[in-house]
C-alpha cells in the first residue's frame, strides 16, 4: 500500500556531494517523522538523520554540518543533502517514515530498498 523509493546514489570523489530523495506513494494520509539510516556489510544499521513535520531535524555526530536533511511535505519527498562525502560514508542508504495510511489508524514505519553510496577515488 505504500512505497519509498530511494533515488541519487552513486561513486563520488572524496570531498564532492549527493543527493538522495525518497519519494513515498500509496495510500498516505499522513507522514510523520522521516530519516535516513545507513549500513555496510556486516555492521548494524546507524542512524544519519531524523526530521519531523515541523522541520526539526537531528543528525548523528559524524554528519554534522555535512549532511542536511529536508522534506516536501506536498511531494510527499525527503531529501538527505550530503556534502564532503569520506570515504567512511560509504555505505547502503536506507529512507524510512512513519506512514498513516487513514485518519483512524496510528503511524506505521516503512523503509525503502536503499541505494549504495561509494565515495572513492
Known amino acids: 500500500q505504500v512505497q519509498l523509493v530511494e533515488s541519487g546514489g552513486g561513486l563520488v570523489q572524496p570531498g564532492g556531494s549527493l543527493r538522495l530523495s525518497c519519494a513515498a506513494s500509496?495510500?498516505?494520509?499522513?507522514?510523520?517523522?522521516v530519516g535516513w539510516y545507513r549500513q555496510a556489510p556486516g555492521k548494524q544499521r546507524e542512524l544519519v538523520a531524523t526530521?519531523?513535520?515541523?522541520?526539526?531535524?537531528n543528525y548523528v555526530d559524524s554528519v554534522k554540518g555535512r549532511f542536511t536533511i529536508s522534506r516536501d511535505n506536498a511531494k510527499n519527498t525527503m531529501y538527505l543533502q550530503m556534502n564532503s562525502l569520506k570515504p567512511e560514508d560509504t555505505d547502503v542508504y536506507y529512507c524510512?517514515?512513519?506512514?498513516?495510511?487513514?485518519?483512524?489508524?496510528?503511524?506505521?514505519?516503512?523503509w525503502g530498498q536503499g541505494t549504495q553510496v561509494a565515495v572513492s577515488s
Open positions: 500509496g495510500s498516505i494520509y499522513s507522514i510523520g517523522s
Open positions: 526530521i519531523n513535520r515541523g522541520s526539526m531535524s
Open positions: 524510512t517514515a512513519e506512514v498513516s495510511i487513514n485518519a483512524a489508524l496510528g503511524y506505521r514505519n516503512y
